[in-house]
């Protein structure tokens, strides 16, 4: 036996080991994430996505294509004048 390995280092470099071990098996057998548990709502054009309840629910009634068409006019009409500066030519 070298004398650098007594009986405590092994016995601790053991230990280290073994929680080693048990900490990379129980990161690998850990529960699935709950995002992978999300229901998928596919998006429709023109339909609305409801959450309120806590799920969603697509509704393609009358009075929402009108409260969207709305919106989307109130946006356009805000963003009419927006403009953006051009970016300055890069400096070589």
């Not at 990161?27 to 996505?49: E, F, K, L, N, Q």
């Amino acid at each position: 036996m070298l004398p650098s390995l007594s009986k405590s280092r092994i016995i601790s470099g053991l230990v280290g080991a073994a929680a080693i071990a048990a900490a990379l098996w129980a990161y690998a057998h850990r529960a699935p994430s709950v995002a992978r548990d999300v229901p998928v709502t596919p998006i429709i054009d023109g339909a609305a996505i409801d959450f309120s309840s806590g799920k969603p629910v697509v509704s393609t009634s009358a009075a929402d294509k009108a409260s969207m068409d709305a919106a989307v006019k109130q946006i356009d009409d805000a963003a009419k004048g927006v403009t953006f500066k051009a970016d300055p030519p890069p400096k070589n």
